[in-house]
């Protein structure tokens, strides 16, 4: 269908650019009345009809000479200069397109006086049909070619904002592994160093990149390690950097420092964890029945913020922690690409999904709130073709529930208080 609009839009303009640059065919009607009517229909014959098409050969100039112009008059009336002189006057001071244009010896300056005239050029040139449809055609596609090009740089550059933002996303998530990466490698030089104490409470910075980077990946990342060591200075209270003379030499090294004992009493409650309902479902927000056993649950995560390589599976783990009285659950997928943190969900029936989405929709975790929708088996199939097989149902890979402590600390907290 874009196929054949843009050939019948391409044909359209083509059409009413050849009809708009059809030639006079003849002089202004209103000259028609006039006694230079036949004189302006000879100088009309006389003109170039394809000069403007590259016909170069037979026609060097698109402009026609006094001279030539009184020689072919004077060859269809002897008398003609009065009236050859009347219609340069006539077309002098005619204010209105009479399609014939007056040039004089400078090409720049306006002719004021017949006296002065040298050339004279047709404005609405006779042109054959061929030239015509050439002139439409080559014009029409200046014109597509220019819309084109300016429609391809606006997606060039929306392609190149889209590319940039994949790999700032992709260099954000590497810079926050990498930290990662650094803490625990300070912590447990810190916890070897409880155990030995003739090791040095600090590592050298150059130290643990090598250990953490191989050679012929150490030019690549170097950006992600700068902006790593740049994080950890602003925003890790945990980690002090601090120089250090090793072998004789100044090096910055990195020193693990211990939490003071009033921090250590401090209860840290996990974040990837259930935090209670914001609204409760009825009618009005919750649909009476399902009709497929498919789910789409946004707001899980965000893409960015996640480290490590096996996030996902706190997220699959919370799902099924959530839905533990829910044994319908056969497939969960997360899609870490999801700037909406999505994940799907999948049951053995629409009754089951029924319960998973009262379950999940409107909750909040990990300080967002969750949203639920019914999806089409069909689409869930065809991006999921894994899932086809999948019937048996899946459960929590432990019975603590970590990512329902918080819930249950706050539902001991106020019977705690309501007993008191």
């Not at 090793?246 to 974040?271: H, M, N, Y």
């Not at 409760?280 to 960015?304: A, E, G, Q, W």
């Not at 990990?366 to 065809?382: A, E, I």
């Amino acid at each position: 269908m874009f196929l054949l609009t843009a050939a019948c839009l391409f044909f359209l303009i083509l059409g009413l650019t050849y009809i708009r640059m059809r030639g006079s065919g003849g002089t202004d009607p209103g000259i028609s009345n006039s006694k230079c009517y036949n004189l302006f229909s000879f100088f009309h014959a006389l003109f170039p009809r394809d000069y403007d098409c590259g016909d170069h050969v037979h026609y060097k100039n698109r402009s026609l000479s006094v001279q030539d112009a009184a020689e072919y008059v004077t060859v269809l009336d002897p008398n003609h200069d009065e009236r050859f002189n009347r219609s340069l006057q006539w077309i002098l001071q005619s204010t209105d397109d009479l399609g014939i244009k007056l040039i004089g010896g400078n090409t720049e300056m306006k002719v004021t006086n017949v006296t002065e005239v040298r050339y004279l050029e047709s404005t609405h040139p006779q042109m054959s049909f061929i030239c015509r449809f050439r002139r439409a055609f080559l014009t029409v596609l200046h014109r597509m070619f220019i819309f084109l090009v300016g429609v391809g740089i606006v997606w060039g550059v929306l392609r190149y904002m889209k590319y940039r933002w994949r790999k700032e996303e992709t260099e954000n998530r590497q810079m926050y592994d990498m930290v990662e990466k650094i803490i625990d490698v300070l912590r447990s030089h810190n916890e070897a160093c409880q155990e030995n104490k003739d090791l040095q409470p600090y590592l050298p910075i150059p130290h643990v990149r090598d250990s953490l980077m191989p050679p012929q990946t150490r030019k690549k990342m170097k950006q992600v390690w700068e902006r790593a060591v740049e994080f950890l200075d602003t925003n890790e209270s945990r980690i002090r950097k601090e120089t250090q003379i090793i072998g004789g030499a100044d090096f910055l090294v990195w020193r693990w420092t211990q939490p003071s004992s009033s921090c250590d009493k401090i209860t840290v409650v996990p974040s990837k964890v259930w935090q209670g309902k914001a609204f409760h479902l009825d009618r009005r927000n919750s649909p009476p029945n399902s009709l497929t056993p498919c789910l789409k649950i946004r707001n899980m995560f965000d893409p960015v913020m996640e480290i490590g390589d096996d996030w996902h599976v706190a997220i699959q783990e919370a799902i099924l922690e959530k839905c533990s009285d829910n044994e319908g659950i056969v497939h969960i997928a997360v899609d870490k690409n999801s700037r909406e943190g999505c994940v799907y969900v999948k049951c053995l029936s629409p009754e089951y999904a029924g319960k998973a989405f009262k379950a999940l929709h409107g909750s909040w975790f990990d300080g967002k709130l969750v949203t639920v929708k019914y999806l089409r088996l069909d689409r869930y199939h065809y991006r999921f073709p894994q899932a086809i097989h999948s019937n048996t149902p899946l459960k929590p890979s432990n019975r603590h529930m970590n990512s329902m402590s918080h819930l249950r600390h706050l539902t001991n907290t106020a019977n705690s208080q309501g007993t008191s």
